[in-house]
């Protein structure tokens, strides 16, 4: 049912030496000391998917450039970014170290296969809202955009995520349908099915940077900030149990199950974000290190 063939891919780390490491260990015939060595690796995976949260190291005090954004590094080094859903190219960051010398490192992306489905007869009204409630979807998903921007030095993204609730999955990250021939934008999350009423639990540390019982479209809708850019959105809540401000820890109630907004019946869409780059939290969940 889910093919977990690919995550093992992620793991897969490759190492790139710092050149002047290499040449001094080539001019002195000496292998360089591994410590040294150590601290002036630049990791990343080789191979990432399409949609994947990227978790790299650079040299404590390194400055990272990466896709317009000017990257957080943690006191360990730590870097992540995230993997568009349509992105093919491979992907480079651009590394300052310390000693104000320059390195790039880069990943390949492996395309997936998007499902697609086929959705006639939907009411025209639903496809094409009326200008008013078109204007309020436009307010509502500025606001929330809004909350992505923020770039929080907290690092709740660095630990292993849980589920948010237990449950089937009901519906996958990047699933596009089209409306009587008209494509829809792609699912930009990850259902999953749970009784109206069920405890929605952080999956990740982080800051609420949003909270509002009734947005038009996902109801309910809370975003969590797990900090460099990472967040984790949860929409068609019956209840909310946090407010903006509020710092949770991992496994905490934020929330509760339900079918407010746009939804056919009780299930969690968990989204997940880089900025505003949408990424897969079945990938996130499901990471190996
Ligand atoms: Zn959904």
């Known amino acids: 049912m889910m093919s977990t063939a690919h995550y093992g891919a992620v793991g897969a780390f490759s190492r790139f030496f710092s050149w002047w490491a290499a040449l001094l260990a080539m001019a002195f015939g000496l292998a360089a000391p591994s410590l040294q060595a150590a601290e002036n690796d630049i990791i990343l995976p080789a191979h990432v998917q399409q949609g994947a949260m990227v978790i790299g190291r650079v040299p404590v005090g390194s400055q990272v450039r990466y896709d317009g954004h000017v990257l957080n590094v943690s006191d360990y080094g730590t870097i992540v970014f995230g993997i568009g859903r349509d992105e093919t190219r ?103 099915a749970a009784p109206t009423g069920t405890p929605v639990r952080a999956p990740a540390s982080g800051v609420i940077t949003f909270a509002d019982p009734d947005l038009y479209l996902t109801g309910g809708t809370v975003l969590l900030d797990h900090g460099f850019g990472i967040s984790s959105n949860f929409l068609h809540l019956s209840a909310l149990d946090v407010s903006v401000g509020d710092t949770v820890t991992q496994g905490q109630v934020i929330g509760r199950v339900g079918a407010t907004g746009r939804a056919t019946g009780p299930h969690l869409h968990w989204g997940m974000s880089w900025f505003s780059t949408r990424i897969d939290p079945l990938l996130v969940v499901k990471r190996e290190e």
């Open 90 to 192: 491979p992907r480079t960051i651009e590394v300052t170290l310390p000693s104000g010398v320059r390195q790039q490192a880069s990943v390949t992306v492996t395309p997936r296969d998007w499902p697609i489905e086929r959705v006639n007869g939907v009411p025209s009204s639903t496809v094409s809202p009326p200008p008013d409630i078109a204007a309020r979807i436009g307010r509502e998903q500025a606001q929330v955009s809004a909350a992505r921007t923020r770039n929080d030095n907290r690092t709740g993204f660095a630990q292993h995520f849980i589920w948010p609730v237990e449950g089937r999955i009901s519906g996958r990250f990047g699933r596009q349908r089209i409306y009587n021939g008209t494509p829809g934008s792609a699912h930009s999350g990850m259902d999953i």
